[in-house]
């Protein structure tokens, strides 16, 4: 019950991995503030868990992400770890051809919405004294690939955020590190691509693991690491 007395916020709770992940930290003892577009979706993801509570917002809007912090420090007094697992994926276009809408579509979903939970939650760690940020990047954020520019970029952009922030945070004892998976396996992923081997993908409930390691006091020597998770070989 490493998160007893913990209150972990979920962003993008109602998707793949984030029921995966607040399902590790239920059973470690945290309380759950779980964060997504839309209500209906959350009710259907954790209509039985216990000691949560679902925030419907859109985290392109700075104000939505504000009122989902205050409504979280206003029910449980605090907020010990943020997961900030909203995102996208989208590729297809070449870097000349890529359109606006999925440029500002995916540094808005990836990069933005983090900076948006950044500045509601941040205070309230530093108020605190202590705090653990952990963001989801993409093992594509390394090197640029054919037809994906646009989703790269905005995966580098969360770990050049991760790593500005840990240096701003260290000395508040706030530990702010990313994952870096490869593809998830995902019913959705699965459909996209029915030719690959599902084994070689990461599983939600393995790379949840991971994000419990870097929220636990065990990682509490771990700052601005992008950590790659790829799955077996």
Known sequence: M???????LITGAA??????????FANEGASLALVDL?????????SDMERHILVEANLLRAEDAMAASDKVVARFGQI??????????RMGEAVHETST???DFLLGVNAESLLHMARAAVPHML????????????LAAQKGGAQMGAYAASKSVVVRLTESMSAE???????VNCVLPTIIDTPENRAAMPEADPRRWVAPSD????????????????????LPVVGLS
């Open 2 to 8: 490493r998160f007893k007395s913990k209150t972990v």
């Open 15 to 24: 998707g793949n991995l984030g029921r995966a992940v607040a399902q590790a």
């Open 38 to 46: 839309r209500s209906g979706d959350l009710q259907a993801a954790f």
């Open 80 to 89: 010990d770890v943020l997961c900030n697992l909203a995102g996208g994926f």
């Open 101 to 103: 809408t999925t440029w």
């Open 127 to 138: 108020a605190a004294g202590s705090g653990k940020i952990i963001n989801i990047g993409a």
């Open 169 to 175: 945070l260290r000395e508040a004892s706030i530990n």
């Open 207 to 226: 790379l949840a693991n991971v994000i419990l390691f870097l929220a636990s006091d065990e990682a509490r020597a771990v700052h601005g690491a992008a």
